[in-house]
């Protein structure tokens, strides 16, 4: 397997070299003309973005790949890939270089989300939560010193998880019922977590409880948990359809002590923080199903040249290659979207309703190009031994958390029309 996958690094070296010095007049032409441009092409990266993307393929395919199959099985992420992760610099992506992140860019990011979870989703989104909701939650609102403690954290060793939804409180985010009460020097909160990702890795939690009910949904403040304060637990792990290898679990706050310090931003500004992280985490949701969808593209594309039935590949039907052809223009699509709300953030330009639209649309792409895969690997795609199934499973997710679709159109449609 090992020598296999050498063999073929070798391979793709050497077709590379070669087309590179067929083509070195003409891919130079057009870098200046790109450079001659006022801004580039969305899909075209910076040398910067390339050699990161490329570090993060390599990691994702020399080192994640070989474990995804055994780490859906066990519904846990292996132990070794969360080293990497950190050790790779990928959980701290946009953390400031003084508090030990990689100081990059919100699209750097979403580049590594891609990247990711083109080989497995559970990555896609272990890395994916603790750069656009947790780590940001603390570059946006964090105080100098709640930065210095927890960037740093969150850079080198801890993972961190983000605590909004409850059982009776999901789309209806903001109705939820966990309780925040100021006792002087520490709040002491009351209630119940569910769906939360990373929940059994994470030391860290940026959670959600109301410290004024009768003040609405303006009584929401968000609190910096940790596992260790007394009167916190994690409760039961769910059982998935897909991104099986990432945790979601329930948490049980039972007069749960947390410093006065530990509050993120201010008392009652916690639904801004949370509509805004979630603005932004949405981007990185679509990353992951554009990621998702590419790795089901690329695989139908190799197994749909090898496969013979009729004396011939069956890529060479043109029913085969339309279905392809379909597969891949809605992937560039896709990824037109999330590059350019990632972009937008990046320049400092509204994005939300981009935003949406690139979680919505992503996650329509993502199921309808694993469901193609499915049924261009025939009989093959429908078992655990071909890749298909996995992306099929993993996509789901995609219309779901962060908001489901029906949210996403909301959204699009208040921005279209206003209104509350
Ligand atoms: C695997 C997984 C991981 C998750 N990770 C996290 C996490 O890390 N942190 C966190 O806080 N949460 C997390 N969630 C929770 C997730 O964000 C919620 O499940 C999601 O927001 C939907 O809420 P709900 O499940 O309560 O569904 P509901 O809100 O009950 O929705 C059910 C259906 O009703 C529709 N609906 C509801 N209201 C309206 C409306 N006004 N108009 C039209 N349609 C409507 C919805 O679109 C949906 O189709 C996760 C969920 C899953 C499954």
């Known amino acids: 397997m090992l020598l296999c996958l050498f063999a073929f690094g070798a391979i793709i070296m050497q077709c590379s070299t070669t087309y590179y010095s067929q083509t070195k007049v003409s891919m130079s032409q057009s870098i200046t003309a790109i450079e001659q441009l006022n801004c580039r092409p969305l899909t075209t990266l910076s040398e910067d973005e390339q050699m990161f993307r490329a570090s993060v ?5 020399g080192e994640l790949r070989p474990r995804v199959e055994q780490m859906d099985e066990h519904q846990k992420l292996d132990p070794a890939i969360i080293k990497q992760c950190f050790d790779l610099g990928l959980m701290g992506i946009e953390t400031p270089e003084e508090y030990g992140g990689a100081g990059a860019n919100f699209f750097s990011a979403i580049l590594a989300v891609e990247e990711l979870s083109r080989v497995d989703a559970s990555v896609g989104v272990f890395v994916d939560v603790q750069n656009t909701l947790v780590n940001n939650a603390f570059i946006r609102w964090g105080t100098p010193e709640q930065k210095k403690e927890y960037l740093s954290r969150l850079a080198s060793e801890d993972v961190g998880a983000y605590a909004l939804s409850e059982p009776g409180s999901g789309s209806d985010a903001f109705a939820m019922q966990t309780r925040a009460v100021d006792v002087g020097d520490h709040y002491v909160l009351n209630g119940r977590k569910l769906w939360i990702t990373n929940g059994i890795e994470a030391e860290i939690f940026v959670l959600f409880a109301n410290a004024n009910p009768e003040a609405g949904y303006r009584g929401i403040t968000a609190f910096i948990v940790e596992k260790s304060f007394p009167g916190f637990a994690v409760g039961k792990k769910e059982n998935k359809l897909g991104i099986r290898a990432s945790s979601t679990v329930e948490l049980i706050l039972e007069d749960c002590q947390v ?114 895969a ?44 206003g209104g509350k």
């Open 259 to 372: 410093p006065k310090a530990n509050v993120l931003g201010e008392q009652g500004k916690g639904y801004k923080i949370s509509i805004e992280t979630l603005n932004e985490g949405r981007i990185g949701i679509g990353a992951q199903m554009i990621g998702v969808a590419a790795g089901a593209l690329q695989s139908a594309l190799a197994y749909t040249s090898e496969r013979q039935q009729f004396g011939k590949s069956i890529n060479e039907f043109q029913g085969v290659q339309f279905q392809l052809a379909e597969m891949a223009t809605e992937l560039e699509a896709a990824r037109l979207l999330v590059y350019n709300a990632a972009r937008m953030k990046d320049a400092g330009i509204n994005f939300v309703k981009e935003a949406a639209m690139a979680k919505l649309y992503s996650s329509r792409v993502a199921e309808h190009v694993a469901s193609k």
């Open 374 to 417: 499915i049924e261009l690997y025939g009989g093959y795609g429908y078992v655990k031994d071909y890749p298909v199934e996995k992306y099929w499973r993993d996509s789901k997710i995609g219309a779901i958390y962060e908001g489901t679709s029906n949210m996403q159109l909301q959204t699009i449609a208040k921005l279209l029309i």
């Open 57 to 61: 393929r390599e990691f994702a395919e």
